[in-house]
Nanobody
Framework: QVRLVESGGGSVQAGGSLRLACVASGYTYGMYCVGWFRQTPGEEREAVAAIQPSAGASYYSPSVKGRFTISADNAQNTVILQMNNLKPEDSAVYYC?????????????????WGQGTQVTVAS
């Protein structure tokens, strides 16, 4: 019923920037949180940033605060993650997720809908 599609990943040098987009389709009404998470092989999925589209409130992992910016275009059902000053440790598959539940927006367990991910690779 709900599909999330990420785009914008790629390979950049350290210090570079990427702009990720998450486009939601289907019945998207009532999404309380939309978040970006990342995961590398053998590691837990890690919260990056999240936003409450209806309120515009945003949340960031300390590791990306000041470098990444999350925003929402509600009319186009799109959430953007602008990533600046990328570091090699930012390399991961980045996933978009959405939840209709009133829960912690930086907790992966709060989310019911997930995209397939987009690869981000940052070279040192």
């Amino acid at each position: 019923q709900v599909r999330l599609v990420e785009s914008g990943g790629g390979s950049v040098q350290a210090g570079g920037s990427l702009r990720l987009a998450c486009v939601a389709s289907g019945y998207t009404y009532g999404m309380y949180c939309v978040g970006w998470f990342r995961q590398t092989p053998g590691e837990e999925r890690e919260a990056v940033a999240a936003i409450q589209p209806s309120a515009g409130a945003s949340y960031y992992s300390p590791s990306v605060k000041g470098r990444f910016t999350i925003s929402a275009d509600n009319a186009q059902n799109t959430v953007i993650l602008q990533m600046n000053n990328l570091k090699p440790e930012d390399s991961a598959v980045y996933y978009c997720a959405a939840s209709r539940s009133l829960a912690a927006c930086l907790s992966p367990g709060s989310y019911n809908y997930w995209g397939q991910g987009t690869q981000v690779t940052v070279a040192s």
